[in-house]
Protein backbone atom coordinates (compact mmCIF):
# COMPACT_ATOMS: atom_id res chain seq x y z
CA UNK A 1 0.00 0.00 0.00
CA UNK A 2 1.51 3.72 -1.05
CA UNK A 3 2.63 5.84 1.53
CA UNK A 4 2.57 9.79 0.52
CA UNK A 5 4.78 12.19 2.54
CA UNK A 6 3.75 15.36 3.11
CA UNK A 7 5.35 18.48 4.13
CA UNK A 8 3.55 21.46 5.82
CA UNK A 9 4.50 24.94 6.02
CA UNK A 10 2.61 27.32 8.44
CA UNK A 11 3.80 31.10 8.76
CA UNK A 12 2.24 32.43 11.81
CA UNK A 13 2.38 35.59 13.84
CA UNK A 14 4.89 34.40 16.38
CA UNK A 15 6.60 31.28 14.47
CA UNK A 16 7.35 29.24 11.43
CA UNK A 17 6.53 25.55 11.20
CA UNK A 18 7.32 22.56 9.25
CA UNK A 19 5.65 19.36 9.96
CA UNK A 20 6.44 16.07 7.59
CA UNK A 21 2.90 13.87 7.68
CA UNK A 22 3.53 10.16 6.17
CA UNK A 23 -0.50 9.53 4.77
CA UNK A 24 -1.82 5.94 3.79
CA UNK A 25 -5.18 4.26 3.60
CA UNK A 26 -4.67 1.83 6.31
CA UNK A 27 -2.70 4.31 9.12
CA UNK A 28 -4.13 7.54 8.08
CA UNK A 29 -2.19 10.93 8.72
CA UNK A 30 1.08 10.32 11.23
CA UNK A 31 3.34 13.64 12.12
CA UNK A 32 7.07 12.26 11.66
CA UNK A 33 9.16 15.23 12.02
CA UNK A 34 8.27 18.82 13.58
CA UNK A 35 10.19 22.08 13.38
CA UNK A 36 9.85 25.40 14.77
CA UNK A 37 11.41 28.61 14.77
CA UNK A 38 10.51 31.19 16.79
CA UNK A 39 9.80 34.72 14.45
CA UNK A 40 7.25 36.98 16.14
CA UNK A 41 5.99 38.70 12.39
CA UNK A 42 3.02 39.61 14.42
CA UNK A 43 5.05 41.97 16.58
CA UNK A 44 6.06 44.23 13.31
CA UNK A 45 2.85 43.42 11.50
CA UNK A 46 -0.02 44.15 13.92
CA UNK A 47 2.04 47.17 15.61
CA UNK A 48 2.87 49.25 12.44
CA UNK A 49 0.90 47.45 9.46
CA UNK A 50 4.37 45.91 7.69
CA UNK A 51 6.66 43.56 8.43
CA UNK A 52 10.66 44.97 8.53
CA UNK A 53 13.49 43.58 6.62
CA UNK A 54 15.33 41.81 9.03
CA UNK A 55 12.29 39.16 9.85
CA UNK A 56 11.82 39.07 5.98
CA UNK A 57 15.52 38.17 5.77
CA UNK A 58 15.20 35.96 9.01
CA UNK A 59 12.10 34.02 7.53
CA UNK A 60 13.72 33.56 4.46
CA UNK A 61 16.85 31.44 5.76
CA UNK A 62 14.38 29.57 7.95
CA UNK A 63 11.98 28.51 4.94
CA UNK A 64 15.75 27.65 3.16
CA UNK A 65 16.65 25.06 5.83
CA UNK A 66 12.92 23.91 5.94
CA UNK A 67 13.01 22.93 2.47
CA UNK A 68 16.18 21.33 2.73
CA UNK A 69 14.61 19.23 5.08
CA UNK A 70 11.71 18.27 2.96
CA UNK A 71 14.35 17.53 0.32
CA UNK A 72 15.97 14.79 2.86
CA UNK A 73 12.10 13.19 3.33
CA UNK A 74 11.52 13.40 -0.38
CA UNK A 75 8.25 14.45 -0.37
CA UNK A 76 5.59 13.60 -2.58
CA UNK A 77 4.24 17.37 -2.13
CA UNK A 78 4.26 19.84 -0.03
CA UNK A 79 1.99 22.91 1.05
CA UNK A 80 3.34 26.27 2.70
CA UNK A 81 0.81 28.84 3.89
CA UNK A 82 0.69 32.24 5.46
CA UNK A 83 -1.89 33.78 8.17
CA UNK A 84 -3.09 36.83 9.89
CA UNK A 85 0.33 38.34 10.28
CA UNK A 86 1.19 38.49 6.62
CA UNK A 87 -2.30 38.66 5.87
CA UNK A 88 -2.72 41.77 7.60
CA UNK A 89 0.93 43.06 6.38
CA UNK A 90 1.02 46.23 3.93
CA UNK A 91 3.95 44.91 2.49
CA UNK A 92 2.35 41.54 2.17
CA UNK A 93 3.37 40.55 -1.94
CA UNK A 94 7.05 41.81 -1.64
CA UNK A 95 7.37 39.27 1.11
CA UNK A 96 5.87 36.66 -1.06
CA UNK A 97 8.42 37.59 -3.85
CA UNK A 98 11.43 37.37 -1.97
CA UNK A 99 10.79 33.83 -0.70
CA UNK A 100 9.97 32.88 -3.95
CA UNK A 101 12.84 34.59 -5.23
CA UNK A 102 15.29 33.32 -2.31
CA UNK A 103 14.17 29.75 -1.79
CA UNK A 104 11.62 28.48 -4.46
CA UNK A 105 9.01 27.79 -2.03
CA UNK A 106 5.30 29.14 -3.04
CA UNK A 107 3.75 30.51 -0.35
CA UNK A 108 -0.15 31.50 -0.46
CA UNK A 109 -1.89 34.03 2.03
CA UNK A 110 -5.36 32.26 3.53
CA UNK A 111 -7.90 34.62 4.17
CA UNK A 112 -9.28 34.09 7.45
CA UNK A 113 -12.40 32.11 6.14
CA UNK A 114 -9.86 29.33 4.68
CA UNK A 115 -7.72 29.58 7.63
CA UNK A 116 -10.34 28.45 10.23
CA UNK A 117 -11.61 25.64 7.66
CA UNK A 118 -8.49 24.44 7.55
CA UNK A 119 -8.29 24.64 11.07
CA UNK A 120 -11.51 22.87 12.05
CA UNK A 121 -10.92 20.05 9.02
CA UNK A 122 -7.92 19.14 11.14
CA UNK A 123 -10.13 18.40 14.64
CA UNK A 124 -12.57 16.13 12.06
CA UNK A 125 -9.90 14.28 10.79
CA UNK A 126 -8.65 12.76 14.17
CA UNK A 127 -12.39 12.38 15.90
CA UNK A 128 -14.11 9.12 14.88
CA UNK A 129 -17.27 10.90 17.14
CA UNK A 130 -16.79 14.42 15.96
CA UNK A 131 -20.28 14.02 13.79
CA UNK A 132 -21.91 12.53 16.73
CA UNK A 133 -20.80 15.36 18.49
CA UNK A 134 -22.04 17.90 16.15
CA UNK A 135 -25.19 16.99 16.67
CA UNK A 136 -25.95 18.70 19.80
CA UNK A 137 -24.75 22.33 20.51
CA UNK A 138 -21.09 22.72 20.22
CA UNK A 139 -18.52 25.25 19.64
CA UNK A 140 -15.02 25.24 17.99
CA UNK A 141 -12.96 27.62 19.09
CA UNK A 142 -9.93 28.66 17.11
CA UNK A 143 -7.14 30.85 18.67
CA UNK A 144 -4.21 32.06 17.59
CA UNK A 145 -1.64 35.32 17.55
CA UNK A 146 -3.89 37.48 15.60
CA UNK A 147 -7.42 36.62 16.27
CA UNK A 148 -9.98 33.91 17.64
CA UNK A 149 -12.79 32.47 15.50
CA UNK A 150 -15.89 30.64 17.11
CA UNK A 151 -18.08 28.27 14.71
CA UNK A 152 -21.39 27.16 16.56
CA UNK A 153 -22.98 23.49 15.27
CA UNK A 154 -26.08 22.42 15.83
CA UNK A 155 -28.27 19.26 14.54
CA UNK A 156 -25.05 18.61 12.34
CA UNK A 157 -25.45 21.72 10.97
CA UNK A 158 -22.79 24.58 10.91
CA UNK A 159 -25.02 27.52 12.04
CA UNK A 160 -22.84 30.69 12.63
CA UNK A 161 -18.88 31.80 12.39
CA UNK A 162 -17.74 34.69 13.28
CA UNK A 163 -14.49 36.14 13.58
CA UNK A 164 -12.61 38.64 16.65
CA UNK A 165 -9.54 39.93 16.48
CA UNK A 166 -8.68 38.77 19.64
CA UNK A 167 -5.72 36.99 19.63
CA UNK A 168 -3.23 35.79 22.24
CA UNK A 169 -0.12 37.90 20.74
CA UNK A 170 -2.74 40.71 19.53
CA UNK A 171 -4.08 41.17 23.11
CA UNK A 172 -0.59 40.99 24.78
CA UNK A 173 1.18 43.96 22.25
CA UNK A 174 -2.45 46.05 23.08
CA UNK A 175 -1.52 45.87 26.94
CA UNK A 176 2.34 45.93 27.10
CA UNK A 177 1.90 49.73 27.89
CA UNK A 178 -0.83 48.95 30.55
CA UNK A 179 0.63 45.80 32.59
CA UNK A 180 2.99 47.96 34.64
CA UNK A 181 0.15 49.91 36.17
CA UNK A 182 -1.70 46.73 37.68
CA UNK A 183 -0.93 43.62 39.37
CA UNK A 184 -4.02 41.62 38.15
CA UNK A 185 -2.95 40.68 34.55
CA UNK A 186 -6.10 38.83 34.01
CA UNK A 187 -8.49 41.42 35.05
CA UNK A 188 -6.57 43.64 32.42
CA UNK A 189 -7.38 41.31 29.32
CA UNK A 190 -10.80 40.20 30.76
CA UNK A 191 -11.65 43.97 30.92
CA UNK A 192 -10.19 44.27 27.40
CA UNK A 193 -12.68 41.18 25.90
CA UNK A 194 -15.84 40.82 28.22
CA UNK A 195 -17.57 43.11 25.94
CA UNK A 196 -16.94 41.37 22.70
CA UNK A 197 -17.51 38.19 24.04
CA UNK A 198 -21.01 39.35 25.68
CA UNK A 199 -22.17 40.89 22.55
CA UNK A 200 -21.57 37.25 21.05
CA UNK A 201 -23.36 35.20 22.89
CA UNK A 202 -26.49 38.05 23.34
CA UNK A 203 -26.13 38.04 19.07
CA UNK A 204 -25.62 34.71 18.14
CA UNK A 205 -25.94 32.19 21.03
CA UNK A 206 -29.06 33.17 22.90
CA UNK A 207 -30.79 30.44 24.47
CA UNK A 208 -29.06 28.16 22.71
CA UNK A 209 -27.29 25.45 24.77
CA UNK A 210 -24.11 24.57 23.65
CA UNK A 211 -22.65 21.10 25.62
CA UNK A 212 -19.38 20.55 23.68
CA UNK A 213 -16.38 23.16 23.37
CA UNK A 214 -13.15 22.29 21.17
CA UNK A 215 -10.30 24.01 21.95
CA UNK A 216 -8.01 24.37 19.25
CA UNK A 217 -5.23 26.23 18.18
CA UNK A 218 -1.08 26.74 18.38
CA UNK A 219 0.96 25.38 21.20
CA UNK A 220 -1.87 26.53 23.97
CA UNK A 221 -3.85 23.71 24.11
CA UNK A 222 -0.77 21.21 24.38
CA UNK A 223 -0.09 22.81 27.62
CA UNK A 224 -3.24 21.29 29.39
CA UNK A 225 -2.31 17.96 28.57
CA UNK A 226 1.68 16.81 28.60
CA UNK A 227 1.00 13.65 30.13
CA UNK A 228 2.16 11.16 27.93
CA UNK A 229 -1.35 9.32 28.42
CA UNK A 230 -2.89 11.63 26.57
CA UNK A 231 -1.19 11.39 23.18
CA UNK A 232 -4.76 10.07 22.12
CA UNK A 233 -6.18 13.65 20.82
CA UNK A 234 -9.82 11.59 20.66
CA UNK A 235 -9.85 11.49 24.61
CA UNK A 236 -8.69 14.97 25.45
CA UNK A 237 -11.70 16.07 27.07
CA UNK A 238 -12.44 17.82 30.10
CA UNK A 239 -15.17 19.01 32.43
CA UNK A 240 -15.58 22.12 33.31
CA UNK A 241 -14.45 21.40 36.90
CA UNK A 242 -10.96 20.29 35.62
CA UNK A 243 -10.47 23.42 33.33
CA UNK A 244 -11.09 25.76 35.73
CA UNK A 245 -8.30 23.58 38.09
CA UNK A 246 -5.66 23.95 34.76
CA UNK A 247 -6.78 27.59 34.77
CA UNK A 248 -5.96 28.54 38.17
CA UNK A 249 -3.00 27.26 37.82
CA UNK A 250 -1.87 29.76 35.43
CA UNK A 251 -3.62 32.63 36.85
CA UNK A 252 -1.69 35.33 39.16
CA UNK A 253 1.66 34.01 38.13
CA UNK A 254 4.56 35.77 36.22
CA UNK A 255 6.06 34.88 32.86
CA UNK A 256 9.29 33.52 34.13
CA UNK A 257 7.41 31.29 36.45
CA UNK A 258 4.82 29.47 34.15
CA UNK A 259 8.44 29.55 31.94
CA UNK A 260 9.77 27.41 34.46
CA UNK A 261 6.76 25.37 35.65
CA UNK A 262 5.77 24.78 32.18
CA UNK A 263 9.36 24.06 30.85
CA UNK A 264 8.95 26.89 28.04
CA UNK A 265 10.35 29.78 26.40
CA UNK A 266 9.66 33.04 27.96
CA UNK A 267 8.19 34.38 24.77
CA UNK A 268 5.60 31.45 24.84
CA UNK A 269 5.00 32.01 28.52
CA UNK A 270 3.82 35.53 27.69
CA UNK A 271 1.18 34.31 25.31
CA UNK A 272 -0.18 31.55 27.88
CA UNK A 273 -1.69 34.04 30.19
CA UNK A 274 -3.76 36.14 27.77
CA UNK A 275 -4.31 32.61 26.07
CA UNK A 276 -5.55 30.68 29.06
CA UNK A 277 -7.74 33.99 29.93
CA UNK A 278 -9.45 34.38 26.56
CA UNK A 279 -10.50 30.42 26.64
CA UNK A 280 -11.39 30.78 30.24
CA UNK A 281 -13.71 33.69 29.35
CA UNK A 282 -15.44 31.75 26.43
CA UNK A 283 -16.09 28.40 28.72
CA UNK A 284 -17.63 30.68 31.16
CA UNK A 285 -19.81 32.29 28.64
CA UNK A 286 -20.90 28.75 27.32
CA UNK A 287 -21.16 26.71 30.05
CA UNK A 288 -20.91 23.68 28.58
CA UNK A 289 -20.65 20.27 30.00
CA UNK A 290 -17.55 19.05 28.32
CA UNK A 291 -13.86 20.91 26.99
CA UNK A 292 -12.26 19.08 23.92
CA UNK A 293 -8.39 19.93 23.35
CA UNK A 294 -7.33 18.08 20.42
CA UNK A 295 -4.16 20.02 19.98
CA UNK A 296 -4.59 20.57 16.29
CA UNK A 297 -2.85 22.18 13.91
CA UNK A 298 -3.07 23.92 10.48
CA UNK A 299 -0.55 21.88 9.18
CA UNK A 300 -2.75 18.72 9.80
CA UNK A 301 -5.52 20.39 8.16
CA UNK A 302 -3.41 21.19 4.67
CA UNK A 303 -2.49 17.17 5.01
CA UNK A 304 -5.59 15.93 5.03
CA UNK A 305 -6.59 18.06 2.31
CA UNK A 306 -3.72 16.34 -0.02
CA UNK A 307 -4.23 13.11 1.36
CA UNK A 308 -8.56 13.38 -0.08
CA UNK A 309 -6.82 15.21 -3.37
CA UNK A 310 -4.98 12.16 -4.05
CA UNK A 311 -7.98 9.35 -3.08
CA UNK A 312 -5.85 8.44 0.24
CA UNK A 313 -8.61 8.88 2.73
CA UNK A 314 -12.13 10.03 2.18
CA UNK A 315 -13.59 12.66 4.10
CA UNK A 316 -15.50 11.76 7.35
CA UNK A 317 -18.00 14.73 7.55
CA UNK A 318 -19.37 16.92 4.53
CA UNK A 319 -16.99 20.14 4.90
CA UNK A 320 -19.40 21.58 1.72
CA UNK A 321 -22.30 21.19 2.97
CA UNK A 322 -20.84 23.42 6.14
CA UNK A 323 -20.20 26.30 3.83
CA UNK A 324 -23.75 25.52 2.12
CA UNK A 325 -24.96 25.95 5.54
CA UNK A 326 -23.11 28.99 6.69
CA UNK A 327 -24.88 30.59 3.85
CA UNK A 328 -28.25 29.59 4.69
CA UNK A 329 -27.71 31.03 7.85
CA UNK A 330 -26.80 34.38 6.69
CA UNK A 331 -29.44 34.81 4.31
CA UNK A 332 -32.02 33.61 7.20
CA UNK A 333 -30.64 36.95 8.97
CA UNK A 334 -31.11 38.97 5.87
CA UNK A 335 -34.85 37.72 5.97
CA UNK A 336 -34.36 36.08 2.64
CA UNK A 337 -37.63 33.82 1.66
CA UNK A 338 -36.58 30.47 1.94
CA UNK A 339 -38.75 28.38 0.22
CA UNK A 340 -37.70 30.85 -3.02
CA UNK A 341 -34.27 30.04 -2.55
CA UNK A 342 -34.48 26.86 -1.75
CA UNK A 343 -36.40 26.46 -5.34
CA UNK A 344 -33.79 28.07 -6.80
CA UNK A 345 -31.51 25.94 -5.73
CA UNK A 346 -32.97 22.78 -7.34
CA UNK A 347 -33.21 24.86 -10.55
CA UNK A 348 -29.54 26.22 -10.76
CA UNK A 349 -28.33 22.98 -9.85
CA UNK A 350 -29.94 21.06 -12.77
CA UNK A 351 -28.72 23.65 -15.09
CA UNK A 352 -25.55 23.78 -13.77
CA UNK A 353 -25.18 19.65 -14.37
CA UNK A 354 -26.52 19.76 -17.32
CA UNK A 355 -24.12 22.34 -18.74
CA UNK A 356 -20.76 20.58 -17.76
CA UNK A 357 -19.92 19.39 -20.62
CA UNK A 358 -19.96 21.98 -22.09
CA UNK A 359 -18.83 24.62 -19.40
CA UNK A 360 -15.97 22.66 -17.81
CA UNK A 361 -16.42 23.92 -14.49
CA UNK A 362 -15.76 22.35 -10.95
CA UNK A 363 -17.42 20.68 -8.13
CA UNK A 364 -15.84 24.04 -5.97
CA UNK A 365 -17.98 26.39 -8.98
CA UNK A 366 -20.77 24.22 -7.98
CA UNK A 367 -20.96 24.70 -4.18
CA UNK A 368 -20.38 28.72 -5.16
CA UNK A 369 -22.94 28.88 -6.96
CA UNK A 370 -25.34 27.58 -4.51
CA UNK A 371 -23.82 30.08 -2.27
CA UNK A 372 -24.79 32.62 -4.61
CA UNK A 373 -28.10 31.29 -5.15
CA UNK A 374 -28.71 31.48 -1.61
CA UNK A 375 -27.64 34.68 -0.77
CA UNK A 376 -28.17 37.03 -4.48
CA UNK A 377 -31.28 38.80 -2.73
CA UNK A 378 -29.79 40.13 0.51
CA UNK A 379 -29.45 43.80 -0.67
CA UNK A 380 -34.05 43.83 0.13
CA UNK A 381 -33.26 43.65 3.79
CA UNK A 382 -31.33 46.88 3.57
CA UNK A 383 -33.98 48.44 0.70
CA UNK A 384 -35.84 47.98 -2.65
CA UNK A 385 -33.29 50.47 -4.23
CA UNK A 386 -30.27 49.33 -5.26
CA UNK A 387 -30.35 45.65 -4.46
CA UNK A 388 -28.01 43.93 -6.42
CA UNK A 389 -25.08 46.59 -4.74
CA UNK A 390 -26.11 46.51 -1.41
CA UNK A 391 -26.44 42.29 -1.76
CA UNK A 392 -22.88 42.74 -3.18
CA UNK A 393 -21.43 44.53 -0.17
CA UNK A 394 -23.29 42.38 2.60
CA UNK A 395 -21.61 39.50 1.03
CA UNK A 396 -18.23 40.86 1.22
CA UNK A 397 -18.83 42.18 4.87
CA UNK A 398 -20.02 38.59 5.76
CA UNK A 399 -17.53 35.63 6.19
CA UNK A 400 -18.35 32.55 4.85
CA UNK A 401 -16.21 29.85 6.25
CA UNK A 402 -14.25 28.09 3.45
CA UNK A 403 -14.15 30.25 0.75
CA UNK A 404 -11.32 32.66 -0.27
CA UNK A 405 -11.72 36.70 -0.49
CA UNK A 406 -11.10 36.12 -4.68
CA UNK A 407 -14.28 33.37 -4.19
CA UNK A 408 -16.15 35.61 -2.18
CA UNK A 409 -16.25 38.39 -4.61
CA UNK A 410 -16.99 36.34 -7.61
CA UNK A 411 -20.45 34.59 -5.62
CA UNK A 412 -20.70 38.82 -4.39
CA UNK A 413 -21.11 40.11 -8.07
CA UNK A 414 -22.91 37.52 -9.26
CA UNK A 415 -25.46 38.89 -6.87
CA UNK A 416 -24.98 42.11 -7.92
CA UNK A 417 -25.47 41.67 -11.43
CA UNK A 418 -28.73 39.18 -11.14
CA UNK A 419 -30.27 42.72 -10.45
CA UNK A 420 -28.19 45.05 -12.46
CA UNK A 421 -27.14 45.39 -16.42
CA UNK A 422 -24.32 42.97 -17.08
CA UNK A 423 -21.15 44.62 -17.60
CA UNK A 424 -18.45 44.64 -20.33
CA UNK A 425 -14.99 42.99 -18.51
CA UNK A 426 -12.99 46.07 -19.72
CA UNK A 427 -15.97 48.27 -17.40
CA UNK A 428 -15.95 45.60 -14.06
CA UNK A 429 -12.31 45.03 -14.63
CA UNK A 430 -11.57 49.04 -13.15
CA UNK A 431 -13.28 48.02 -10.00
CA UNK A 432 -12.97 44.95 -9.28
CA UNK A 433 -9.54 41.87 -9.48
CA UNK A 434 -11.52 39.50 -12.07
CA UNK A 435 -9.28 38.65 -14.98
CA UNK A 436 -11.01 37.20 -17.71
CA UNK A 437 -11.05 33.60 -16.50
CA UNK A 438 -13.23 34.59 -13.56
CA UNK A 439 -14.93 37.40 -15.53
CA UNK A 440 -16.78 34.44 -17.41
CA UNK A 441 -17.51 32.59 -14.29
CA UNK A 442 -19.07 35.58 -13.03
CA UNK A 443 -21.27 35.58 -15.57
CA UNK A 444 -22.08 31.77 -16.41
CA UNK A 445 -23.16 32.54 -12.30
CA UNK A 446 -25.51 35.19 -13.21
CA UNK A 447 -26.98 33.34 -16.16
CA UNK A 448 -28.03 30.68 -14.20
CA UNK A 449 -29.59 32.44 -11.18
CA UNK A 450 -31.56 35.18 -13.59
CA UNK A 451 -33.01 31.98 -15.14
CA UNK A 452 -33.62 30.11 -12.14
CA UNK A 453 -35.30 32.77 -10.63
CA UNK A 454 -37.09 33.86 -13.98
CA UNK A 455 -38.80 30.12 -13.40
CA UNK A 456 -39.94 31.44 -9.71
CA UNK A 457 -40.58 35.08 -10.50
CA UNK A 458 -43.71 34.65 -8.45
CA UNK A 459 -41.99 33.34 -5.48
CA UNK A 460 -44.86 30.41 -5.43
CA UNK A 461 -42.80 27.36 -6.30
CA UNK A 462 -45.32 26.46 -9.05
CA UNK A 463 -42.67 23.69 -10.57
CA UNK A 464 -42.96 20.37 -9.27
CA UNK A 465 -40.71 18.70 -10.76
CA UNK A 466 -37.64 19.64 -13.50
CA UNK A 467 -35.04 18.05 -15.77
CA UNK A 468 -32.55 19.57 -18.05
CA UNK A 469 -30.80 17.68 -20.77
CA UNK A 470 -28.56 18.85 -23.59
CA UNK A 471 -29.26 18.38 -26.60
CA UNK A 472 -26.89 19.74 -29.52
CA UNK A 473 -27.14 23.37 -29.62
CA UNK A 474 -30.31 23.32 -27.04
CA UNK A 475 -30.83 23.03 -22.86
CA UNK A 476 -34.19 21.74 -23.57
CA UNK A 477 -35.64 22.68 -20.13
CA UNK A 478 -38.58 20.15 -18.61
CA UNK A 479 -41.24 21.44 -15.73
CA UNK A 480 -44.17 20.41 -14.67
CA UNK A 481 -46.57 22.55 -12.77
CA UNK A 482 -49.89 22.56 -11.28
CA UNK A 483 -50.95 26.03 -11.92
CA UNK A 484 -50.80 28.77 -14.60
CA UNK A 485 -47.44 29.50 -15.32
CA UNK A 486 -48.31 32.74 -17.47
CA UNK A 487 -46.31 35.34 -15.66
CA UNK A 488 -43.07 33.50 -15.84
CA UNK A 489 -43.68 32.76 -19.19
CA UNK A 490 -44.34 36.58 -20.40
CA UNK A 491 -41.47 37.61 -18.44
CA UNK A 492 -38.98 35.30 -18.90
CA UNK A 493 -37.41 35.72 -22.85
CA UNK A 494 -34.68 38.25 -21.04
CA UNK A 495 -32.99 35.88 -18.77
CA UNK A 496 -33.18 33.01 -22.14
CA UNK A 497 -31.52 35.60 -24.43
CA UNK A 498 -28.76 36.27 -21.74
CA UNK A 499 -28.34 32.56 -21.52
CA UNK A 500 -27.95 31.86 -24.93
CA UNK A 501 -25.54 35.20 -25.09
CA UNK A 502 -23.54 33.60 -22.04
CA UNK A 503 -23.26 30.20 -23.17
CA UNK A 504 -23.85 29.76 -27.10
CA UNK A 505 -26.72 27.61 -26.54
CA UNK A 506 -30.69 27.76 -26.55
CA UNK A 507 -32.56 27.46 -23.52
CA UNK A 508 -36.08 25.50 -24.95
CA UNK A 509 -38.75 26.01 -22.10
CA UNK A 510 -40.72 22.47 -22.40
CA UNK A 511 -44.29 22.81 -19.68
CA UNK A 512 -46.52 20.21 -18.68
CA UNK A 513 -49.09 20.70 -16.59
CA UNK A 514 -50.46 17.75 -13.25
CA UNK A 515 -53.63 17.73 -11.90
Request: charged share 25%; hydrophobic share 40%.
Amino acid sequence: MAVLTFGAIHIGSYEVTLEIFEISRKNGIHCIDKVAHRIELGHDSFSTGRIGFGMVDELCDVLKDFRKIMDTYRVDGYSAIATSAIREAENDLFILGKIHQTTGIDVRILSNSEQRFLSYKAVASIADNFEDMIREGTAVVDLDGGSIQISIFDKSELIITQNMKIGNLRVREKLQNAVGRTDNYEELVEQLIDYDFELFRTLYIKDRKIRNVVLNGDFITEMIFQDPKHRDRSTRILTRDKFEKWYRRIVGKSVADLAIENNIAVEYASLLRPSAVIYHKIVAELEPENIWTPGTHLQRGLAYEFAEAHDVLKARHDFGNDIVSCAKNIAIRYAVSAPHINNMDVTAMSLFDALLPLTGLTSKDRLMLRVAVMLHDVGKFIGFNQIGENSRKIIMSNEIIGLSHAEREIIALSARYVQEDFPQHEDIVMETSLDTERYLKVAAFVAIIRLANGLDRSHRQKIQNISVELKKQKLVIRIEVRESFALEEGLLQPELDFFNEVFGIRPVLKLKRIV
